[in-house]
């Protein structure tokens, strides 16, 4: 699954890129098969609900080979290793299974955040910014329109980010999300078995579920092998750890 220039391009400018059809059709079934038996078979205490939420769903699979083949069974990990050179990733032996059941309520704002920032149910310990490099992420359900538990991107804001953390320093995302303007949000849309490669540094939310069905999902959350020592320089150079995109000279 080699990108095209084109492709890499988009990357670069828009902070994310969509690749249709990227995993099986086998792999997908199999893992919202084992996630529904584990719904069934389990269920969900309401008090875990806001944990669930911000952490994973099924917490017995996220290491499980069905959740992890879908990245190491597809061409995913492939793409990962071409855009920061091969035998630049750490190891991923987890997923996040991420599902959006559908709500009455009428929706609200979606609101931007980034990954790694400190909530009360999120795990991320209060004064730490847990940073990576690249979010992938896999529909296992398809998402034929807006408001229906879709991924939301806010276009380019992986430059408008790095370069204010470049003026104000990284630990500035501790007293919350730098006041910029940014471009309006995109509601990304698929089917299942289409993935999504988004540089940490994206903006990004979950719209509101205003449709019939369930959005099922899984992220993975990559770190290029020398992150702990580019940790913060990759927050104010956003191309840091994609050695892949600099020896093509993508950007």
């Given at each position: 699954m080699a990108l095209t220039d084109e492709q890499t391009q988009r990357l670069v400018e828009d902070g994310y890129l969509q690749l249709p059809g990227?995993?099986?059709?086998?792999?997908?079934?199999?893992?919202?098969?084992?996630?529904?038996?584990?719904?069934?078979?389990?269920?969900?205490?309401?008090?875990?609900l806001p944990t669930l939420r911000s952490q994973s769903y099924c917490g017995e699979l996220i290491r499980d080979r069905v959740i992890l083949d879908l990245l190491y069974g597809s061409g995913?990990?492939?793409?990962?290793?071409?855009?920061v050179a091969s035998d630049s990733l750490q190891?991923?032996?987890?997923?996040?299974?991420?599902?959006?059941?559908?709500?009455?309520?009428?929706?609200?704002?979606?609101?931007?955040?980034?990954?790694?920032?400190y909530s009360p149910t999120n795990g991320v310990p209060k004064g730490e910014i847990l940073n990576y490099t690249m979010l992938v992420g896999v529909l296992l359900s398809d998402v034929p329109g807006p408001g229906r538990g879709n991924l939301t991107v806010w276009p380019g804001s992986h430059r408008q980010?790095?370069?204010?953390?470049?003026?104000?320093?990284?630990?500035?995302?501790?007293e919350g999300m730098p006041p910029i303007d940014k471009a309006p949000p995109v509601q990304l849309v698929g089917r299942a078995g289409d993935a999504v490669v988004c540089?940490?540094?994206?903006?990004?939310?979950?719209?509101?579920?205003?449709?019939?069905?369930?959005?099922?999902?899984?992220?993975?959350?990559?770190?290029?092998?020398?992150?702990?020592?580019?940790?913060?320089?990759?927050?104010m150079d956003p191309w840091t750890e994609w050695d892949g995109l600099r020896l093509a000279g993508a950007h």
């Open positions: 990227a995993v099986p059709e086998e792999r997908v079934a199999a893992a919202r098969r084992a996630i529904n038996a584990s719904l069934g078979d389990r269920g969900m205490a309401p008090d875990e995913l990990w492939g793409v990962a290793e071409e855009l190891s991923v032996d987890k997923g996040q299974i991420a599902l959006r059941f559908p709500t009455m309520a009428a929706p609200g704002a979606i609101r931007p955040h980034l990954d790694g920032m980010h790095a370069a204010y953390f470049a003026e104000h320093g990284p630990q500035a995302l501790l540089h940490y540094l994206l903006a990004h939310a979950v719209a509101p579920n205003v449709g019939p069905d369930i959005r099922y999902a899984v992220y993975f959350r990559l770190r290029h092998a020398d992150h702990d020592a580019r940790k913060w320089q990759s927050m």
